[in-house]
T-cell receptor, first 114, second 111 residues
């Protein structure tokens, strides 16, 4: 989930298990959501996105679920691999709004144990 | 395509010195952004541009200036660096108000 303070929440999973990373977003008007992956020393990398007219979208080994009622977003990673170890950020935007800039969550650190 | 590139990768400044960070993208994106990333703070938007010749303030613009003279380049300037500006700086670009593609980052230390 979202981090509070200086320390990121950490999710530790065994290689081969499924991972679920959660995100609570803040703006009920947000209509576009993105998940990013950031490996140590690198820039954020796009994983998957979803628009508010959908509640589920699947990619390769990843699924994003959107619950607009409770303003909750989740990222599911199937068969987690050591290469999935990274910090994962959700981002939201009011795509049709006057500003439309992305608002980023503080991230969750995923640690995969071999 | 190189995507989004940033120079330099690392820089150490003394308080009061100035410098310019360069961001370049080869995707013909209209929008470009500068963020800073600090531990536990996530990504915070400094300035952004919605097209050549335009700039706008983000969440934390104080102490920074930007210019977008060419569509493919977005420059971030620090006129008088302060220790509080020690951070990792990321540039990003996008077609519009949607998926942003990030550069590799510049690690800046101000002593």
């Amino acid at each position: 989930g979202e981090s509070v303070g200086l320390h990121l929440p950490t999710l530790s999973v065994q290689e081969g298990d499924n991972s679920i990373i959660n995100c609570a977003y803040s703006n009920s008007a947000s209509d576009y959501f993105i998940w990013y992956k950031q490996e140590s020393g690198k820039g954020p990398q796009f994983i998957i996105d979803i628009r508010s007219n959908m509640d589920k979208r699947q990619g390769q080994r990843v699924t994003v679920l959107l619950n607009k009622t409770v303003k909750h977003l989740s990222l599911q990673i199937a068969a987690t691999q050591p290469g999935d170890s990274a910090v994962y950020f959700c981002a939201e935007t009011d795509y049709g709004g006057s500003q439309g800039n992305l608002i980023f969550g503080k991230g969750t650190k995923l640690s995969v144990k071999p | 395509n190189a995507g989004v590139t940033q120079t330099p990768k690392f820089r150490v400044l003394k308080t009061g010195q100035s410098m310019t960070l360069l961001c370049a993208q080869d995707m013909n994106h209209e929008y470009m952004y500068w963020y800073r990333q600090d531990p536990g703070m996530g990504l915070r938007l400094i300035h952004y541009s919605v097209g050549e010749g335009t700039t706008a303030k983000g969440e934390v613009p104080d102490g920074y200036n930007v210019s977008r003279l060419k569509k493919q380049n977005f420059l971030l300037g620090l006129e008088s660096a302060a220790p509080s500006q020690t951070s990792v700086y990321f540039c990003a670009s996008s077609w519009g108000r949607d998926t942003q593609y990030f550069g590799p980052g510049t690690r800046l230390t101000v002593l």
